[in-house]
């Protein structure tokens, strides 16, 4: 059967409670298009698809003509898929994981550790890092997508350090000001942006519950003034954006009394649109907050969190290790680059070896197109349009439609015979040496 190098996938949901309800969820409308026998329930989350080997969700093979049933036992039995460099370089692994998130409700603001720090956590402290992996992660919005990324430009920061009082509370004055005279000392700045994070992070509870508390407050009674005060005169009313209201009540609605409610003056604002993206490298806090996103990371499971999480909190790891740099939100945003012998193709190719995310658009016109090989496996997840797939190295020819997930293993075309009239969108993973 070792002839066999191109195969559907049914890959494992994940139903974790931030993700978003039923059909609303991307997630879930990739799996009844994939497969219109699965069913969907209402009122459930369905928060993750994940398209890979890793052990907590290995792929299930869609052909029971192979004898294998899942995407890990065929690459244990089958490694020379993977590409020679990709099989010699990751130990026989597939790199990377690949997914869909559909995120209804904040997740934990948080760092992943470099591949160093990694090992040192893991061999210390075991139960809250398991592995001793570093795990730079890449998000593609596939609707309109928000997340904190990075620390805000000094000016930002000290912005809302003045207007908002409840935030400079768990500062202090001190920091607060060493900050402000810090500006135009870069190697000053990081080290007195760290001083004012660290400071706020280590504030007892009952200080940062109470200063919350007032802040929410005072918040809430400006935005009722807002709304009532446009309602009556159609002005606008007190502006609530010197204190990132909104964001603020709709965090502390969902995690009230957390310290991670704060983080919203120290890190960027991300609204990605679709097809924009977002790198975590190393060492940057991060959250994600509302939207659809294509994911794609390296096999790890080692996470550092700061807040917005009733999960374990390493307050003292998490300040150590974190990327002081403040930048613009802009500046967050991680470029694609068309590829130079496909126009149909954008490469999202991040400074790791581990991963490299592509996204192929077919335009209406073109009604035969040629998945090209590449020197790795590959995992194709199809977003819109039909299409017929031959490959000499699948069993037999394949339907593709949106939700259809395709494992193509290093150095195989796909023939697409495509049959919607719209084109077709595909993202396809793999790891490019
Ligand atoms: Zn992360």
């Known amino acids: ?55 907590k969700g290995d792929a299930q093979i869609k052909d029971n003509r192979i004898a294998q049933t899942t995407l890990g036992q065929w690459i244990a039995h089958f490694p020379a898929c993977l590409g020679s460099k ?70 930002e920061i000290l912005g809302f350090l003045k207007s908002v009082p409840e935030f400079r509370a768990l500062v202090g004055n001190e920091a607060a000001d060493e900050l402000q005279s810090s ?22 509870k009952k200080v940062f519950v109470d200063q919350l508390n007032m802040l929410v407050k ?50 960027n604002h991300m609204v990605l649109d679709p097809g924009q993206a977002m790198f975590l490298g190393a060492n940057e806090p991060h959250a994600y907050l509302y939207g659809d996103c294509i994911e794609c990371m390296a096999c790890s499971d080692n996470t ?39 126009p149909c193709v954008s490469l999202y190719d991040p400074p790791v070896p581990d991963f490299t995310v592509m996204r192929i658009q077919v335009p209406a016109s073109v009604k035969q197109y040629t998945v090209a090989p590449v020197d790795s496996a590959s995992i194709i997840l199809v977003i819109e349009g039909d299409a017929m797939a031959t490959s000499a190295a699948a069993l037999s020819d394949v339907t593709l439609r949106r939700g259809t997930v395709l494992f193509v293993s290093a150095n195989e075309s796909v023939s697409l015979h495509i049959t919607s009239p719209s084109g077709m969108t595909m993202f396809r993973a793999c790891c490019l040496l």
């Open 183 to 204: 500006r135009g000392d870069a190697v000053q700045t990081g080290q007195v942006l760290k001083k004012c994070f660290t400071r706020m992070m280590n504030c007892e």
């Open 1 to 55: 059967m070792e002839e066999v190098r191109v195969f559907p996938l049914t890959c494992a949901v994940q139903n974790y409670a931030w993700g978003k309800i039923g059909l609303d969820s991307e997630v879930a409308k990739l799996v009844v298009g994939g497969d219109p026998l699965a069913v969907v329930e209402e009122g459930k989350p369905y928060a993750e698809l994940w398209m890979g080997a890793h052990p």
């Open 218 to 267: 005072r918040v809430t009674e400006e935005e009722i003034f807002k709304t009532n005060s446009e309602k009556d005169t159609g002005a606008a009313g007190k502006d609530t954006s010197s204190s990132n209201g909104d964001l603020l009540l709709r965090l502390h609605s969902q995690y009230p009394g957390d310290i991670g409610c704060f983080s919203i003056y120290f890190l």
């Open 86 to 155: 990709v099989k010699d370089t990751f130990q026989g692994q597939l790199p990377f994981l690949f997914k869909v998130l559909s995120v209804n409700t904040a997740l934990s603001i948080q760092a992943h550790p470099n591949r160093e720090l990694a090992a040192r956590l893991h061999a210390q402290f075991p139960e809250h890092y398991p592995d001793n992996n570093h795990k730079p992660e890449m998000a593609i919005a596939l609707t309109c997508f928000q997340g904190l990324c990075g620390f805000r430009p000094v000016e």
């Open 304 to 342: 550092v969190r700061a807040g917005l999480t009733p999960k374990y909190i390493d307050v003292n790891t998490l300040c150590e290790m974190l990327n002081y740099s403040p930048a613009p939100s802009s500046s967050k945003i991680f470029p694609s680059v068309q590829d130079a012998s496909d």
